[in-house]
């Protein structure tokens, strides 16, 4: 545990590792407004069950960091939009919320499954990728977010 945390962490710091994040809008988020921040980015859905989890944590992390500079931005790709609100309503969401009905945008990060995440550093490069919440390896999400806050 103690050597994939340290790899994810080297990783962080690596430049060779970061590729630029693919820039997009929806609705009014950009996210090429938030260079010079940390990205959370999260892709979710409403019947996704670890969502139900990532979303109090997802709070949790915004509150905590957001004055250090983290952005968390979700990404809902429900094609029927009042089922994001009915989750939504049972697990509100304390940071921005986008909606890729289509999934284009999930098309364009190749998102492997449900819940996706990336993190993003200041510079606009993806440098973390997370497939799925374990709520387990929370400790490590949140030391990956800090490590590249310090940078």
């Known amino acids: 545990m103690r050597i994939l945390l340290l790899t994810l962490l080297l990783l962080v710091h690596l430049p060779s590792s970061a590729i630029p994040a693919p820039d997009f809008r929806l609705q009014d988020i950009q996210l090429s407004d938030y260079k010079g921040k940390v990205v959370y980015l999260d892709f979710w859905a409403s019947w996704c069950k670890p969502c139900r989890k990532s979303f109090p944590w997802m709070n949790e992390i915004s509150n905590k960091y957001a004055s250090e500079g983290l952005v968390v931005l979700a990404v809902n790709l429900d094609t029927d939009a009042k089922l994001a609100q009915k989750f939504l309503r049972k697990y509100p969401a304390q940071f921005n919320i986008a909606y890729d009905p289509q999934g284009s945008l999930a098309s364009q990060y190749k998102i492997p499954g ?38």
């Open 114 to 151: 449900m819940p996706t995440s990336y993190l993003i550093n200041k510079q606009g490069e993806l440098v973390v990728a997370h497939k799925g919440f374990h709520l387990d390896k929370s400790t490590s999400y949140e030391q990956e977010i800090v490590a590249l806050l310090k940078q």
